[in-house]
């Protein structure tokens, strides 16, 4: 098992970046991790995911090439870089685990963090 628990959210503008972490209590290692995403008035969506050891990473279309997932596994944290934010990344953003065995990438992650608001002026 394993709680998580996602900083770093706030406003900031258009073209700005921002870093998103995801501490975690637990056998942090043993987990992939993901970030997701909620907007207003949408469905949640996937955004990045990492496998246990960092050698395998994957995107969305909407935040490749501007997002980097990462994670520290000595630190227990899981990291998610922003970069050239646009308003439309605005949404609270999730962290997320899912356990091994999982197919790449992962598609059932049983552990959320609670979210972290950020928002991208224009």
């Known amino acids: 098992q394993v709680q998580l628990d996602e900083s770093g959210g706030g406003l900031v503008q258009a073209g700005g970046s921002l870093r998103l972490s995801c501490a975690a209590s637990?056998?942090?290692?043993?987990?992939?991790m993901g970030w997701f995403r909620q907007a207003p008035g949408k469905e949640r969506e996937f955004a990045a995911a990492?496998?246990?050891?960092?050698?395998?990473?994957y995107y969305s279309d909407s935040v490749k090439g501007r997002f980097t997932i990462s994670r520290d596994n000595a630190k227990n944290t899981a990291y998610l870089q922003m970069n050239s934010l646009k308003p439309e990344d605005t949404a609270v953003y999730y962290c997320?685990?899912?356990?091994?065995?999982?197919?790449?990438?992962?598609?059932?992650?049983?552990?959320w963090g609670q979210g972290t608001q950020v928002t991208v002026s224009a």
């Open positions: 997320a685990a899912a356990p091994r065995p999982y197919k790449w990438p992962p598609v059932e992650y049983n552990y």
């Open positions: 637990g056998r942090f290692s043993s987990y992939a």
């Open positions: 990492i496998s246990v050891n960092g050698g395998y990473t």
